[in-house]
């Protein structure tokens, strides 16, 4: 059982940054594929982004593409997020996924992820 806790989320203005993390306590972290998923009242969860076991690829939804940074240090255990340039339209509760196992077409698919964090918010302001 792997427990995610994703922290970071706040108020902020449009243009502004943030950088979520996710701590998990899995020691072996570094077997799981892990993503970024944001949901908005009202809307179904949508994926933001995947990144591979050893960071070597990641994977984006369009609408972040060059304003949103997935990383992740497998020492630390820890999922990273880094939010630049920040729209209104960026506001929902964001999600880590653990998945040990994914094929590349199944990353965005929520129903794919093992193991939910309980999300943290992330509000922007114009």
């Known amino acids: 059982q792997v427990q995610l806790v994703e922290s970071g989320g706040g108020l902020v203005q449009a243009g502004g940054s943030l950088r979520l993390s996710c701590a998990a306590s899995e020691r072996t972290f570094s077997n799981y594929v892990m993503a970024w998923f944001r949901q908005a009242p009202g809307k179904e969860r949508e994926f933001v982004a995947g990144?591979?076991?050893?960071?070597?690829?990641?994977y984006y939804t369009d609408s972040v593409k060059g304003r949103f940074a997935i990383s992740r240090d497998n020492a630390k255990n820890t999922l990273y997020l880094q939010m630049n340039s920040l729209k209104p339209e960026d506001t929902a509760a964001y999600y880590c996924a653990a998945v040990r196992y994914i094929t590349p077409s199944s990353y965005q698919t929520y129903r794919t992820y093992e193991y939910w964090g309980q999300g943290t918010q992330v509000t922007v302001s114009s």
């Open positions: 990144i591979t076991r050893t960071a070597i690829s990641t």
